[in-house]
């Protein structure tokens, strides 16, 4: 089964997310891929959608962030992308205020987690912004901080209004922040589409070095039903780097699934009327998910 590619944009107010989507859906066309985009906006009006040509498929969440207070109607407008259109590659555009940890944990949901290829997150950074970022306050700072840590492609904007100090120095800071991510100095967010390609996570390891220290999701299908008591002893030995677990999980006591939430340490169970696909998805980073998916297999061979 082909899944469709997802690329999540991050990034302040401003950075030129917008634009950059309007380069890579033009670049996307040319390669005669089958596109569609997502994309939300904090207001009740939508502002940016021009951006997207009408034989772009598109749904727009408003009036909220999908971080938070509109994240199930995520779920709902994205499986409407899949079933509707079948494209290969969607594109969800996050507010300027959104955290990358918690779009990615509306995005990645468990009922179509199995379709869906999540190659990671382009974050963009406006140049001017960044550099005069102390005068910001500090939750501010500390967003732009944490948008920079999250991306597997690093876009850094506006690069023409700088000297090469400016540059180098730009440069530098967020190496220090992010040493994993590739990163761009562009003006009007070009990007070729070979280095968004580029990104995103193989299963086939190169070398001997099992951990992934990029920010990803991993996707676990379980066959039957575990050992309640087992599913717990497996929980306390989550490290921190494991920021959520959500999904559908079985235990050998019951008839029907438990929807399963995990955040911050603290699990959450639900009990569901009616059989759901038993997947489990994680998000976190330096992990060996090899490691992760042997011990959720041999709780299955219980």
């Known amino acids: 089964m082909n899944k469709t590619e997802i690329y999540l944009l991050s990034g302040f107010l401003g950075s030129g997310k917008t634009t950059l989507l309007k380069n890579l859906l ?3 066309k040319q390669a005669g891929r089958k596109v569609a985009v997502l994309m939300n906006e904090l207001g009740s009006v939508s502002i940016d959608s021009d951006a997207v040509q009408d034989d772009v498929p598109l749904k727009e969440l408003l009036d909220g962030c999908i971080c938070c207070t509109i994240s199930d109607k995520l779920e709902a407008q994205l499986q409407g992308l899949l079933v509707e259109s079948n494209p290969e590659v969607i594109y969800i555009e996050a507010t300027g205020a959104a955290h990358p940890v918690e779009v990615l944990d509306a995005v990645v949901s468990p009922i179509f987690a199995e379709k869906i290829d999540f190659k990671g997150i382009i974050t963009t950074v406006d140049s001017k912004r960044w550099l005069d970022r102390k005068k910001l306050s500090p939750q501010i700072q500390q967003l732009l901080t944490e948008q920079v840590k999250h991306a597997n492609l690093l876009v850094v904007n506006k690069t023409d209004m700088l000297s090469e100090e400016e540059q180098a120095k730009i440069s530098m800071d967020i190496s220090m922040i992010n040493h994993h991510a590739f990163t761009i100095l562009t003006t009007y967010s070009k990007v070729p589409i070979q ?13 001997h070095v099992h951990i992934d220290l990029h ?9 039957r039903h575990i050992i309640l008591d087992d599913f717990e002893n497996f929980l306390k030995s989550m490290p921190d780097t494991i920021y959520r677990i959500k999904g559908y999980v079985k235990f050998a006591e019951n008839s029907y699934p438990y929807l399963f939430q995990y955040s911050y340490g603290m699990p959450l169970y639900m009990k569901e009327y009616m059989n759901m696909p038993l997947n489990l998805v994680f998000i976190g980073e330096e992990m060996d998910w090899n490691v992760l998916a042997a011990q959720l297999t041999a709780m299955e061979e219980k």
């Open 26 to 28: 033009q670049q996307e």
């Open 195 to 207: 280095e968004v390609r580029k990104i995103g996570f193989s299963n086939e390891k190169k070398n």
């Open 215 to 223: 920010l990803r999701t991993f996707v676990y299908h379980f066959k």
